[in-house]
Protein backbone atom coordinates (compact mmCIF):
# COMPACT_ATOMS: atom_id res chain seq x y z
CA UNK A 1 0.00 0.00 0.00
CA UNK A 2 2.59 2.17 0.70
CA UNK A 3 4.89 1.77 -2.59
CA UNK A 4 1.04 2.85 -4.22
CA UNK A 5 1.10 6.21 -2.62
CA UNK A 6 4.49 6.97 -3.79
CA UNK A 7 3.36 5.82 -6.98
CA UNK A 8 0.77 7.96 -6.92
CA UNK A 9 2.79 11.31 -5.51
CA UNK A 10 5.41 10.07 -8.40
CA UNK A 11 2.39 10.59 -11.03
CA UNK A 12 1.16 13.71 -8.97
CA UNK A 13 4.43 15.70 -9.77
CA UNK A 14 5.29 14.56 -13.30
CA UNK A 15 4.74 17.41 -16.02
CA UNK A 16 2.21 16.62 -18.67
CA UNK A 17 4.53 17.30 -21.59
CA UNK A 18 7.57 15.81 -20.59
CA UNK A 19 5.82 12.71 -18.47
CA UNK A 20 9.03 13.16 -16.15
CA UNK A 21 9.20 14.01 -12.79
CA UNK A 22 9.12 18.23 -12.80
CA UNK A 23 12.62 19.98 -13.22
CA UNK A 24 12.35 23.83 -12.37
CA UNK A 25 8.48 23.62 -11.76
CA UNK A 26 6.09 26.61 -12.89
CA UNK A 27 2.64 27.00 -12.62
CA UNK A 28 0.43 28.22 -15.53
CA UNK A 29 -2.69 30.94 -14.37
CA UNK A 30 -4.97 28.38 -14.67
CA UNK A 31 -2.98 26.49 -12.33
CA UNK A 32 -1.52 23.44 -13.96
CA UNK A 33 2.35 22.85 -13.38
CA UNK A 34 5.14 22.39 -15.96
CA UNK A 35 8.96 22.05 -16.46
CA UNK A 36 9.87 25.36 -16.93
CA UNK A 37 11.71 24.61 -20.22
CA UNK A 38 8.67 22.06 -21.76
CA UNK A 39 6.09 24.81 -20.99
CA UNK A 40 8.33 27.32 -22.88
CA UNK A 41 9.21 25.35 -25.60
CA UNK A 42 5.47 24.74 -26.24
CA UNK A 43 4.59 28.61 -26.02
CA UNK A 44 7.47 28.99 -28.12
CA UNK A 45 6.14 26.85 -30.86
CA UNK A 46 2.77 29.42 -30.67
CA UNK A 47 4.78 32.98 -30.54
CA UNK A 48 3.74 33.49 -34.27
CA UNK A 49 0.14 33.48 -32.88
CA UNK A 50 -2.23 35.81 -30.36
CA UNK A 51 -3.12 33.82 -27.83
CA UNK A 52 -1.38 31.19 -25.70
CA UNK A 53 -2.60 27.92 -23.98
CA UNK A 54 -2.44 25.36 -21.51
CA UNK A 55 -1.70 22.16 -22.90
CA UNK A 56 -3.99 20.44 -20.77
CA UNK A 57 -7.22 22.17 -20.36
CA UNK A 58 -6.45 24.35 -23.57
CA UNK A 59 -7.48 27.42 -21.50
CA UNK A 60 -6.69 30.29 -23.66
CA UNK A 61 -4.67 33.20 -22.37
CA UNK A 62 -4.45 36.80 -23.78
CA UNK A 63 -0.92 37.30 -23.20
CA UNK A 64 1.64 35.40 -22.74
CA UNK A 65 2.40 34.77 -18.75
CA UNK A 66 5.81 35.27 -17.06
CA UNK A 67 6.55 31.93 -15.31
CA UNK A 68 8.29 31.88 -11.54
CA UNK A 69 9.99 28.37 -10.35
CA UNK A 70 8.04 27.10 -7.95
CA UNK A 71 9.25 26.75 -4.38
CA UNK A 72 7.04 24.16 -3.54
CA UNK A 73 7.22 22.23 -5.72
CA UNK A 74 10.83 22.01 -6.39
CA UNK A 75 11.10 20.76 -2.70
CA UNK A 76 8.75 18.24 -3.17
CA UNK A 77 10.22 16.97 -6.39
CA UNK A 78 13.82 16.76 -4.41
CA UNK A 79 12.01 14.84 -1.98
CA UNK A 80 10.58 11.82 -4.39
CA UNK A 81 14.10 11.99 -5.87
CA UNK A 82 15.76 11.07 -2.57
CA UNK A 83 13.01 8.11 -2.88
CA UNK A 84 15.02 6.36 -5.39
CA UNK A 85 12.03 6.25 -8.08
CA UNK A 86 13.62 8.30 -10.74
CA UNK A 87 12.86 6.31 -13.39
CA UNK A 88 9.98 6.65 -15.16
CA UNK A 89 6.67 4.30 -14.24
CA UNK A 90 6.47 0.41 -15.38
CA UNK A 91 3.17 1.46 -17.38
CA UNK A 92 4.99 3.98 -19.38
CA UNK A 93 6.73 2.69 -22.46
CA UNK A 94 9.11 4.82 -24.29
CA UNK A 95 9.07 4.80 -27.97
CA UNK A 96 12.45 2.45 -29.68
CA UNK A 97 13.94 2.38 -33.01
CA UNK A 98 11.23 0.83 -34.64
CA UNK A 99 8.57 2.57 -32.76
CA UNK A 100 5.95 5.49 -33.92
CA UNK A 101 6.77 8.14 -31.66
CA UNK A 102 4.72 10.55 -29.91
CA UNK A 103 5.05 13.79 -32.07
CA UNK A 104 3.77 16.00 -28.75
CA UNK A 105 5.99 14.22 -25.98
CA UNK A 106 9.28 16.61 -25.33
CA UNK A 107 12.29 14.91 -24.39
CA UNK A 108 12.26 10.76 -23.87
CA UNK A 109 9.14 10.27 -26.24
CA UNK A 110 6.71 7.75 -25.37
CA UNK A 111 5.38 5.35 -28.25
CA UNK A 112 2.14 6.31 -30.39
CA UNK A 113 -1.10 5.06 -29.46
CA UNK A 114 -2.77 6.35 -32.76
CA UNK A 115 -1.98 8.65 -35.84
CA UNK A 116 -4.45 11.31 -36.99
CA UNK A 117 -4.61 11.60 -40.58
CA UNK A 118 -5.80 15.38 -40.02
CA UNK A 119 -3.19 16.57 -37.92
CA UNK A 120 -0.49 14.33 -39.79
CA UNK A 121 0.88 14.04 -36.31
CA UNK A 122 0.87 10.60 -34.07
CA UNK A 123 -0.07 10.92 -30.15
CA UNK A 124 0.50 8.93 -26.96
CA UNK A 125 -2.36 8.01 -24.75
CA UNK A 126 -2.46 10.85 -23.06
CA UNK A 127 -1.57 13.36 -25.45
CA UNK A 128 -4.30 11.50 -27.37
CA UNK A 129 -7.41 12.70 -25.16
CA UNK A 130 -7.96 15.91 -26.74
CA UNK A 131 -9.14 14.19 -30.04
CA UNK A 132 -11.84 11.94 -27.39
CA UNK A 133 -12.94 15.55 -25.37
CA UNK A 134 -12.94 18.04 -27.99
CA UNK A 135 -15.64 18.54 -30.89
CA UNK A 136 -12.98 19.99 -32.94
CA UNK A 137 -10.88 16.69 -32.97
CA UNK A 138 -13.47 14.26 -32.30
CA UNK A 139 -14.30 14.62 -36.37
CA UNK A 140 -10.43 13.82 -36.95
CA UNK A 141 -9.66 9.95 -38.30
CA UNK A 142 -7.22 8.28 -36.25
CA UNK A 143 -5.42 4.87 -37.48
CA UNK A 144 -2.84 2.76 -35.65
CA UNK A 145 0.34 4.68 -35.44
CA UNK A 146 1.96 5.10 -38.83
CA UNK A 147 5.62 6.57 -39.57
CA UNK A 148 4.30 6.82 -43.38
CA UNK A 149 1.48 10.07 -42.49
CA UNK A 150 4.33 12.12 -44.73
CA UNK A 151 2.78 10.54 -47.59
CA UNK A 152 -0.28 11.59 -47.69
CA UNK A 153 0.74 15.27 -48.09
CA UNK A 154 1.54 16.64 -52.00
CA UNK A 155 4.77 17.02 -51.98
CA UNK A 156 4.27 19.76 -54.81
CA UNK A 157 1.60 21.61 -52.30
CA UNK A 158 2.12 20.84 -49.40
CA UNK A 159 -1.25 19.47 -48.71
CA UNK A 160 -3.28 16.62 -47.86
CA UNK A 161 -4.23 14.92 -50.32
CA UNK A 162 -8.11 13.63 -49.93
CA UNK A 163 -8.63 12.98 -54.15
CA UNK A 164 -8.07 10.09 -56.20
CA UNK A 165 -7.23 10.37 -59.54
CA UNK A 166 -8.92 6.99 -61.60
CA UNK A 167 -7.19 8.59 -64.58
CA UNK A 168 -3.37 8.27 -63.19
CA UNK A 169 -4.12 5.89 -60.64
CA UNK A 170 -2.42 8.01 -58.09
CA UNK A 171 -3.76 10.42 -54.94
CA UNK A 172 -3.71 14.09 -55.57
CA UNK A 173 -4.75 17.23 -53.69
CA UNK A 174 -7.11 19.66 -53.99
CA UNK A 175 -4.82 21.97 -55.50
CA UNK A 176 -3.51 19.16 -58.63
CA UNK A 177 -7.36 18.87 -59.26
CA UNK A 178 -6.78 22.55 -60.21
CA UNK A 179 -3.87 21.90 -62.19
CA UNK A 180 -2.25 18.93 -64.06
CA UNK A 181 -5.15 16.35 -63.33
CA UNK A 182 -8.13 18.85 -64.62
CA UNK A 183 -10.42 17.13 -66.27
CA UNK A 184 -9.38 13.95 -64.97
CA UNK A 185 -11.83 11.24 -63.71
CA UNK A 186 -11.13 11.97 -59.80
CA UNK A 187 -13.70 10.70 -56.82
CA UNK A 188 -12.72 11.13 -52.65
CA UNK A 189 -10.09 8.96 -51.81
CA UNK A 190 -12.83 8.11 -49.35
CA UNK A 191 -14.80 6.57 -52.18
CA UNK A 192 -11.78 4.91 -54.19
CA UNK A 193 -11.40 3.19 -50.77
CA UNK A 194 -14.97 2.24 -50.38
CA UNK A 195 -15.39 0.82 -53.54
CA UNK A 196 -11.92 -1.11 -53.66
CA UNK A 197 -13.15 -2.30 -49.88
CA UNK A 198 -15.77 -3.93 -51.77
CA UNK A 199 -14.04 -5.75 -54.39
CA UNK A 200 -11.33 -6.53 -51.74
CA UNK A 201 -13.77 -7.78 -49.75
CA UNK A 202 -14.82 -9.66 -52.90
CA UNK A 203 -11.83 -11.03 -53.38
CA UNK A 204 -11.59 -12.24 -50.05
CA UNK A 205 -14.95 -13.72 -50.66
CA UNK A 206 -13.55 -16.18 -53.55
CA UNK A 207 -10.42 -17.03 -51.76
CA UNK A 208 -12.54 -18.07 -48.47
CA UNK A 209 -14.38 -19.71 -50.70
CA UNK A 210 -11.34 -21.48 -53.07
CA UNK A 211 -10.17 -22.52 -49.03
CA UNK A 212 -13.39 -24.24 -48.24
CA UNK A 213 -13.09 -26.06 -51.51
CA UNK A 214 -9.92 -27.28 -51.09
CA UNK A 215 -10.67 -28.05 -47.76
CA UNK A 216 -13.73 -30.40 -48.74
CA UNK A 217 -10.86 -31.85 -51.84
CA UNK A 218 -8.65 -32.39 -48.92
CA UNK A 219 -11.04 -33.87 -46.74
CA UNK A 220 -13.06 -36.27 -49.91
CA UNK A 221 -9.11 -36.97 -50.59
CA UNK A 222 -8.46 -38.27 -47.06
CA UNK A 223 -11.85 -40.02 -47.23
CA UNK A 224 -10.37 -41.59 -50.73
CA UNK A 225 -7.33 -42.40 -49.26
CA UNK A 226 -9.09 -44.03 -46.01
CA UNK A 227 -11.80 -46.28 -49.01
CA UNK A 228 -8.99 -47.38 -50.91
CA UNK A 229 -6.75 -48.76 -48.08
CA UNK A 230 -10.01 -50.52 -46.41
CA UNK A 231 -10.71 -51.52 -49.59
CA UNK A 232 -7.17 -52.40 -50.84
CA UNK A 233 -6.63 -54.86 -47.38
CA UNK A 234 -10.08 -56.18 -47.83
CA UNK A 235 -8.76 -57.13 -51.39
CA UNK A 236 -5.86 -58.30 -50.11
CA UNK A 237 -7.60 -60.42 -47.26
CA UNK A 238 -10.00 -61.90 -49.74
CA UNK A 239 -7.23 -62.82 -52.22
CA UNK A 240 -5.32 -64.83 -49.42
CA UNK A 241 -8.12 -66.56 -48.56
CA UNK A 242 -8.73 -67.17 -52.03
CA UNK A 243 -5.70 -68.00 -53.32
CA UNK A 244 -5.16 -69.98 -50.22
CA UNK A 245 -8.22 -72.51 -50.69
CA UNK A 246 -7.13 -72.55 -54.40
CA UNK A 247 -3.68 -73.83 -53.22
CA UNK A 248 -5.04 -76.15 -50.86
CA UNK A 249 -7.62 -77.46 -53.50
CA UNK A 250 -4.33 -78.18 -56.16
CA UNK A 251 -2.94 -80.08 -53.29
CA UNK A 252 -5.32 -82.09 -52.68
CA UNK A 253 -5.53 -82.69 -56.57
CA UNK A 254 -1.74 -83.30 -56.43
CA UNK A 255 -2.67 -85.55 -53.92
CA UNK A 256 -5.16 -87.75 -55.36
CA UNK A 257 -3.30 -87.61 -58.42
CA UNK A 258 -0.15 -88.94 -56.64
CA UNK A 259 -2.40 -91.51 -54.97
CA UNK A 260 -4.06 -92.84 -58.23
CA UNK A 261 -0.65 -93.07 -59.58
CA UNK A 262 0.84 -94.65 -57.09
CA UNK A 263 -2.16 -97.15 -56.84
CA UNK A 264 -2.21 -98.05 -60.27
CA UNK A 265 1.71 -98.26 -59.82
CA UNK A 266 0.82 -101.08 -57.22
CA UNK A 267 -1.47 -102.66 -59.76
CA UNK A 268 0.18 -102.83 -62.37
CA UNK A 269 3.65 -103.86 -60.91
CA UNK A 270 1.54 -106.45 -59.12
CA UNK A 271 0.25 -107.61 -62.24
CA UNK A 272 3.64 -107.37 -64.06
CA UNK A 273 5.14 -109.94 -61.36
CA UNK A 274 2.56 -111.92 -61.74
CA UNK A 275 3.06 -112.56 -65.02
CA UNK A 276 7.16 -112.58 -64.43
CA UNK A 277 6.63 -115.53 -62.30
CA UNK A 278 4.37 -117.45 -64.71
CA UNK A 279 7.19 -116.67 -67.28
CA UNK A 280 9.66 -118.05 -64.69
CA UNK A 281 7.74 -121.23 -63.90
CA UNK A 282 7.59 -121.83 -68.20
CA UNK A 283 12.02 -121.19 -68.30
CA UNK A 284 12.79 -123.79 -65.63
CA UNK A 285 10.03 -126.06 -67.15
CA UNK A 286 11.41 -125.85 -70.50
CA UNK A 287 15.07 -125.54 -69.34
CA UNK A 288 14.07 -129.31 -67.43
CA UNK A 289 12.18 -130.24 -70.67
CA UNK A 290 15.38 -129.32 -72.65
CA UNK A 291 17.46 -131.28 -70.67
CA UNK A 292 15.44 -134.63 -70.92
CA UNK A 293 15.59 -134.48 -74.77
CA UNK A 294 19.10 -133.32 -74.53
CA UNK A 295 20.16 -136.42 -72.58
CA UNK A 296 17.70 -139.00 -74.32
CA UNK A 297 19.53 -137.39 -77.54
CA UNK A 298 23.03 -138.87 -76.60
CA UNK A 299 21.57 -142.20 -76.03
CA UNK A 300 23.51 -144.29 -78.46
CA UNK A 301 20.93 -147.56 -77.54
CA UNK A 302 18.30 -147.71 -80.36
CA UNK A 303 16.07 -149.86 -78.47
CA UNK A 304 16.43 -147.58 -75.90
CA UNK A 305 15.79 -144.58 -76.95
CA UNK A 306 12.43 -145.70 -78.74
CA UNK A 307 11.62 -146.96 -75.44
CA UNK A 308 12.35 -143.53 -73.55
CA UNK A 309 10.79 -141.24 -76.39
CA UNK A 310 7.13 -141.94 -75.60
CA UNK A 311 7.52 -141.24 -72.21
CA UNK A 312 8.92 -137.82 -72.33
CA UNK A 313 5.81 -135.18 -71.11
CA UNK A 314 4.78 -133.30 -73.70
CA UNK A 315 5.31 -129.17 -73.58
CA UNK A 316 2.54 -126.94 -72.02
CA UNK A 317 0.69 -124.29 -74.04
CA UNK A 318 3.22 -121.42 -74.14
CA UNK A 319 2.31 -118.09 -73.18
CA UNK A 320 0.96 -115.20 -75.44
CA UNK A 321 3.38 -112.48 -76.67
CA UNK A 322 3.34 -109.66 -74.23
CA UNK A 323 4.10 -105.70 -75.57
CA UNK A 324 5.02 -103.38 -73.14
CA UNK A 325 5.35 -99.68 -73.51
CA UNK A 326 7.30 -98.58 -70.51
CA UNK A 327 7.85 -94.98 -71.10
CA UNK A 328 4.34 -94.46 -72.06
CA UNK A 329 2.14 -95.85 -69.13
CA UNK A 330 1.71 -92.32 -67.65
CA UNK A 331 2.54 -90.19 -70.21
CA UNK A 332 -1.61 -89.13 -70.20
CA UNK A 333 -1.29 -88.17 -67.04
CA UNK A 334 1.06 -85.97 -67.23
CA UNK A 335 -0.50 -84.41 -70.44
CA UNK A 336 -3.64 -84.16 -68.61
CA UNK A 337 -2.01 -82.51 -65.69
CA UNK A 338 -0.41 -79.81 -67.83
CA UNK A 339 -3.28 -79.38 -69.92
CA UNK A 340 -4.81 -78.31 -66.21
CA UNK A 341 -1.96 -76.16 -65.85
CA UNK A 342 -1.87 -74.56 -69.41
CA UNK A 343 -5.44 -73.71 -68.86
CA UNK A 344 -4.77 -72.43 -64.85
CA UNK A 345 -2.14 -69.64 -66.43
CA UNK A 346 -4.85 -68.51 -68.91
CA UNK A 347 -7.60 -68.40 -66.88
CA UNK A 348 -5.20 -66.45 -64.57
CA UNK A 349 -3.54 -64.25 -67.08
CA UNK A 350 -6.90 -63.28 -68.39
CA UNK A 351 -8.52 -62.70 -65.57
CA UNK A 352 -5.28 -60.74 -63.94
CA UNK A 353 -5.56 -58.02 -66.89
CA UNK A 354 -9.11 -57.55 -66.20
CA UNK A 355 -8.38 -56.68 -62.81
CA UNK A 356 -5.74 -54.61 -64.19
CA UNK A 357 -7.94 -52.92 -66.52
CA UNK A 358 -11.08 -52.48 -64.65
CA UNK A 359 -10.79 -53.43 -60.90
CA UNK A 360 -8.13 -51.16 -60.22
CA UNK A 361 -8.61 -47.87 -62.14
CA UNK A 362 -8.77 -45.06 -59.90
CA UNK A 363 -7.26 -41.28 -60.86
CA UNK A 364 -6.56 -38.67 -58.28
CA UNK A 365 -4.32 -35.36 -59.06
CA UNK A 366 -3.95 -31.57 -58.75
CA UNK A 367 -5.25 -29.41 -61.60
CA UNK A 368 -2.00 -28.72 -64.63
CA UNK A 369 -1.66 -26.07 -66.61
CA UNK A 370 -2.93 -26.83 -70.29
CA UNK A 371 -0.13 -27.19 -72.83
CA UNK A 372 0.80 -23.82 -75.03
CA UNK A 373 3.06 -24.77 -77.75
CA UNK A 374 3.39 -28.11 -79.89
CA UNK A 375 6.68 -29.38 -78.53
CA UNK A 376 4.85 -28.87 -74.75
CA UNK A 377 1.99 -30.94 -76.41
CA UNK A 378 4.44 -33.61 -77.51
CA UNK A 379 5.84 -34.15 -74.06
CA UNK A 380 1.97 -36.06 -73.31
CA UNK A 381 1.93 -38.11 -76.99
CA UNK A 382 1.06 -41.98 -76.32
CA UNK A 383 1.63 -44.52 -78.80
CA UNK A 384 -2.12 -45.66 -79.74
CA UNK A 385 -2.98 -48.32 -82.41
CA UNK A 386 -6.42 -49.90 -83.72
CA UNK A 387 -7.68 -53.00 -82.39
CA UNK A 388 -9.05 -54.87 -84.87
CA UNK A 389 -11.85 -56.77 -83.22
CA UNK A 390 -13.74 -53.64 -83.14
CA UNK A 391 -13.29 -52.37 -86.70
CA UNK A 392 -16.00 -52.46 -89.26
CA UNK A 393 -15.42 -55.11 -91.85
CA UNK A 394 -15.58 -52.14 -94.87
CA UNK A 395 -12.50 -50.42 -92.68
CA UNK A 396 -8.61 -52.39 -93.48
CA UNK A 397 -6.38 -51.92 -90.93
CA UNK A 398 -2.37 -51.13 -91.99
CA UNK A 399 0.39 -49.26 -90.93
CA UNK A 400 0.45 -51.89 -87.68
CA UNK A 401 -2.89 -51.01 -87.16
CA UNK A 402 -2.82 -47.11 -87.18
CA UNK A 403 -4.23 -46.82 -90.16
CA UNK A 404 -8.01 -47.17 -91.18
CA UNK A 405 -8.85 -47.05 -94.62
CA UNK A 406 -12.36 -47.72 -96.63
CA UNK A 407 -12.22 -51.29 -98.70
CA UNK A 408 -14.79 -51.79 -101.87
CA UNK A 409 -14.27 -55.47 -100.54
CA UNK A 410 -15.41 -56.31 -96.99
CA UNK A 411 -12.95 -57.59 -95.20
CA UNK A 412 -12.56 -61.11 -93.58
CA UNK A 413 -12.34 -60.48 -90.04
CA UNK A 414 -13.97 -63.12 -87.47
CA UNK A 415 -16.91 -62.72 -85.52
CA UNK A 416 -16.79 -60.16 -82.61
CA UNK A 417 -19.06 -58.63 -80.06
CA UNK A 418 -16.99 -55.37 -80.29
CA UNK A 419 -16.97 -54.79 -83.50
CA UNK A 420 -18.90 -52.41 -84.76
CA UNK A 421 -21.34 -53.76 -87.37
CA UNK A 422 -23.47 -50.62 -88.85
CA UNK A 423 -20.69 -48.11 -89.34
CA UNK A 424 -17.50 -47.30 -90.63
CA UNK A 425 -16.35 -46.93 -87.31
CA UNK A 426 -13.02 -48.43 -84.86
CA UNK A 427 -11.81 -47.66 -81.75
CA UNK A 428 -7.95 -48.21 -80.47
CA UNK A 429 -7.02 -51.07 -78.26
CA UNK A 430 -5.00 -48.65 -75.68
CA UNK A 431 -7.73 -47.26 -72.70
CA UNK A 432 -6.69 -43.43 -72.14
CA UNK A 433 -6.22 -41.57 -68.63
CA UNK A 434 -4.42 -38.66 -67.31
CA UNK A 435 -2.71 -36.78 -70.05
CA UNK A 436 -2.32 -37.38 -73.24
CA UNK A 437 -1.60 -36.26 -76.97
CA UNK A 438 -2.24 -37.49 -80.41
CA UNK A 439 -2.48 -36.72 -84.18
CA UNK A 440 -4.54 -37.93 -87.09
CA UNK A 441 -3.94 -37.22 -90.60
CA UNK A 442 -7.23 -37.32 -92.60
CA UNK A 443 -8.14 -38.03 -95.98
CA UNK A 444 -11.37 -37.31 -96.99
CA UNK A 445 -14.10 -37.15 -94.74
CA UNK A 446 -13.43 -38.14 -90.88
CA UNK A 447 -14.68 -38.22 -87.57
CA UNK A 448 -12.11 -37.95 -84.59
CA UNK A 449 -13.25 -39.04 -81.35
CA UNK A 450 -13.10 -40.57 -77.87
CA UNK A 451 -15.45 -43.06 -76.21
CA UNK A 452 -15.78 -45.10 -73.43
CA UNK A 453 -15.56 -48.96 -74.35
CA UNK A 454 -19.13 -49.57 -73.56
CA UNK A 455 -20.22 -47.75 -76.37
CA UNK A 456 -22.87 -49.74 -78.06
CA UNK A 457 -21.52 -51.49 -81.73
CA UNK A 458 -24.56 -51.66 -83.27
CA UNK A 459 -28.14 -53.36 -83.42
CA UNK A 460 -29.79 -50.83 -86.26
CA UNK A 461 -29.76 -47.94 -83.91
CA UNK A 462 -27.87 -44.30 -83.75
CA UNK A 463 -26.53 -45.31 -80.27
CA UNK A 464 -23.72 -46.65 -81.45
CA UNK A 465 -22.45 -43.69 -83.76
CA UNK A 466 -19.58 -41.53 -82.12
CA UNK A 467 -21.52 -37.77 -80.58
CA UNK A 468 -24.79 -39.30 -80.32
CA UNK A 469 -24.48 -40.44 -77.20
CA UNK A 470 -23.57 -39.76 -73.67
CA UNK A 471 -20.68 -41.85 -74.01
CA UNK A 472 -18.41 -40.66 -76.74
CA UNK A 473 -17.22 -36.99 -77.94
CA UNK A 474 -16.52 -36.54 -81.67
CA UNK A 475 -15.52 -33.20 -84.02
CA UNK A 476 -16.83 -34.05 -87.55
CA UNK A 477 -14.50 -33.23 -90.53
CA UNK A 478 -17.25 -33.21 -92.95
CA UNK A 479 -17.47 -31.39 -96.16
CA UNK A 480 -14.49 -28.95 -95.12
CA UNK A 481 -16.24 -28.07 -92.41
CA UNK A 482 -15.95 -28.22 -88.33
CA UNK A 483 -18.39 -29.19 -86.21
CA UNK A 484 -18.73 -31.16 -82.71
CA UNK A 485 -21.16 -33.37 -81.16
CA UNK A 486 -22.21 -34.95 -78.46
CA UNK A 487 -25.24 -36.62 -77.28
CA UNK A 488 -26.93 -35.66 -80.07
CA UNK A 489 -26.60 -32.09 -79.75
CA UNK A 490 -24.30 -30.25 -82.71
CA UNK A 491 -22.28 -27.22 -81.90
CA UNK A 492 -20.32 -25.54 -84.86
CA UNK A 493 -16.76 -24.87 -84.67
CA UNK A 494 -14.79 -22.70 -86.78
CA UNK A 495 -10.81 -22.62 -87.44
CA UNK A 496 -8.50 -23.30 -90.41
CA UNK A 497 -8.47 -26.59 -92.25
CA UNK A 498 -5.77 -28.87 -92.08
CA UNK A 499 -5.52 -32.59 -92.94
CA UNK A 500 -4.22 -32.77 -89.39
CA UNK A 501 -6.20 -32.93 -85.89
CA UNK A 502 -4.33 -32.62 -82.76
CA UNK A 503 -6.68 -33.79 -79.80
CA UNK A 504 -5.22 -33.20 -76.02
CA UNK A 505 -6.58 -34.94 -73.00
CA UNK A 506 -6.50 -34.38 -69.45
CA UNK A 507 -8.60 -36.90 -67.90
CA UNK A 508 -8.85 -35.82 -64.35
CA UNK A 509 -9.42 -32.18 -65.26
CA UNK A 510 -12.15 -33.04 -67.66
CA UNK A 511 -10.28 -31.27 -70.38
CA UNK A 512 -10.56 -32.38 -74.20
CA UNK A 513 -9.28 -30.45 -77.05
CA UNK A 514 -9.32 -30.36 -80.84
CA UNK A 515 -6.70 -28.41 -82.67
CA UNK A 516 -5.98 -27.99 -85.91
CA UNK A 517 -2.20 -28.79 -86.89
CA UNK A 518 -0.45 -26.86 -89.70
CA UNK A 519 2.77 -24.88 -89.44
CA UNK A 520 0.85 -23.68 -86.04
CA UNK A 521 -1.47 -25.11 -83.89
CA UNK A 522 -4.91 -23.52 -83.76
CA UNK A 523 -7.39 -24.50 -80.86
CA UNK A 524 -10.71 -25.36 -82.51
CA UNK A 525 -12.48 -26.50 -79.35
CA UNK A 526 -11.96 -27.05 -75.85
CA UNK A 527 -14.54 -29.32 -73.92
CA UNK A 528 -14.59 -29.27 -69.65
CA UNK A 529 -16.49 -31.60 -68.24
CA UNK A 530 -16.19 -35.10 -65.86
CA UNK A 531 -15.23 -38.34 -67.21
CA UNK A 532 -15.75 -41.37 -65.50
CA UNK A 533 -14.40 -44.47 -67.32
CA UNK A 534 -11.01 -44.60 -69.51
CA UNK A 535 -11.48 -43.00 -72.66
CA UNK A 536 -10.73 -45.07 -76.41
CA UNK A 537 -10.05 -43.15 -79.79
CA UNK A 538 -12.41 -43.71 -82.12
CA UNK A 539 -12.21 -43.20 -85.95
CA UNK A 540 -14.79 -43.10 -88.33
CA UNK A 541 -14.42 -42.98 -91.92
CA UNK A 542 -17.11 -41.60 -94.89
CA UNK A 543 -16.83 -41.50 -98.40
CA UNK A 544 -16.00 -44.19 -101.19
CA UNK A 545 -13.10 -46.53 -101.49
CA UNK A 546 -9.31 -45.00 -100.61
CA UNK A 547 -10.64 -42.51 -97.93
CA UNK A 548 -8.56 -43.07 -94.30
CA UNK A 549 -7.91 -41.78 -91.25
CA UNK A 550 -4.21 -42.64 -89.67
CA UNK A 551 -2.85 -42.54 -85.93
CA UNK A 552 0.11 -40.14 -86.51
CA UNK A 553 3.35 -41.60 -85.04
CA UNK A 554 4.78 -38.88 -82.86
CA UNK A 555 8.56 -38.25 -82.34
Request: proline share 3%; aromatic share 8%; charged share 25%.
Amino acid sequence: MAQKGVQLDRETFSCPICLDLLKDPVTTPCGHSYCMNCIKGFWDEEDHKYSYSCPQCRKTLTARPVLLKSTMLADLVEELKKTGLQAAPADLCYAGAEDVACDVCTGRKLKAHKSCLQCLASFCEKHLQPHFNSKTFKKHKLVEPSKKLQENVCSRHDEVMKIFCRTDQQLICYLCLMEEHKGHDTVSAAAERTERQKKLEGSRQNIQQRIQDREKDVKLLQQQAEAINLSADKAVEDSEKIFTELIRLLEKTSSDVKQQVRSQQKSEVSRVKELQEKLEQEITELKRKDAELKKLSHTEDLNQFLHNYPLLSPLSQSTSSIHIHPLSCFEDVTAAVSEVRDKLQDVLREKWTNVSLTGTYMEVSLPQPEPKTRADFLKYSREITLDPNTAHTQLLLSERNRKATVMSQTQSYSSHPNRFTDRRQVLSREGLTGRCYWEVEKRGEVNVAVAYKNISRGGGSDECIFGYNNKSWALYCYNNIYTFWYNRVQTPVSGPLSSRVGVYLDHSAGILSFYSVSETMTLLLRVQTTFTQPLYVGLRVYGGSGHSAELCKLK
